[in-house]
């Protein structure tokens, strides 16, 4: 079956640095990508990788490991704004297949 | 701006009565979705479109229909609305130009809907 797992709820501290890890089972892998949403609101896009490696956009970077289909997100310089959920994305075999995992929740605390 | 634009935003109705979510993006998109969320489940999606003409199921596609005559509109049909299907209705789209471009979904606001 299909499957992607992420933490369900996560705490920092302002001006901290938080990982959030995720894991997929998928029929085939075209890219992992993040979004972030806050409650009740539009998820909006942050990070993709489709290769190996770390994906760096200011604050937040992505990391991608293929063989074991694994991936994280990394938020660094934490704000209060960061509290949100943070969902992790894998498209699948059938192209137009947008996987979601269910989301790690991100509070920060002053 | 660009953007993904859904109606209605909120909606109440009741069981068995027909209804429509619009949805219109003006990026020139060719792929576009729908996705319901609903809490413990995450995004589901329910129906995507490659292209015009092109439509095909996710993995929640029970109760909905979908249509793509223009590239630009994607609506989502609730024949015979049931209390399961109260949820938060989220429509996206994205290009298909570059490596990244079908992982970069850009949502509408999302359209709360409740069956009674």
């Known amino acids: 079956g299909q499957n992607i797992d992420q933490p369900t709820e996560m705490t920092a501290t302002e001006g901290a640095i938080v990982q959030i890890n995720c894991t997929y089972q998928?029929?085939?892998?075209?890219?992992l990508s993040w979004y972030q949403q806050h409650d009740g609101g539009a998820p909006t896009f942050l990070s993709y990788n489709a290769l190996d490696g770390l994906e760096e956009t200011g604050r937040f970077s992505s990391f991608l490991s293929r063989s074991d289909s694994y991936g994280y997100l990394l938020l660094q310089e934490l704000q209060m704004k960061d509290s949100a959920s943070y969902l992790c994305a894998v498209r699948d075999l059938e192209g137009g297949k947008l996987i979601f995992g269910q989301g790690t929740e991100l509070s920060v605390k002053p | 701006e660009a953007q993904v634009t859904q109606n209605p935003r909120y909606l109440i109705t009741v069981t068995g009565k027909k209804l429509t979510v619009t949805c219109s993006q003006n990026?020139?998109?060719?792929?576009m979705s729908w996705y319901r969320q609903d809490p413990g489940l995450g995004l589901r999606q329910i129906y995507y479109s490659m292209n015009v003409e092109v439509t095909d199921k996710g993995d929640v596609p029970e109760g909905y229909k979908v249509s793509r005559k223009e590239k630009r509109n994607f609506p989502l049909i609730l024949e015979s609305p049931s209390p399961n299907q109260t949820s938060l209705y989220f429509c996206a789209s994205s290009s298909h130009e570059g490596a990244s471009g079908a992982n970069v979904l850009t949502f509408g606001a999302g359209s709360r809907l409740t069956v009674l």
């Open positions: 990026m020139n998109h060719e792929y």
């Open positions: 998928t029929s085939g892998f075209y890219g």
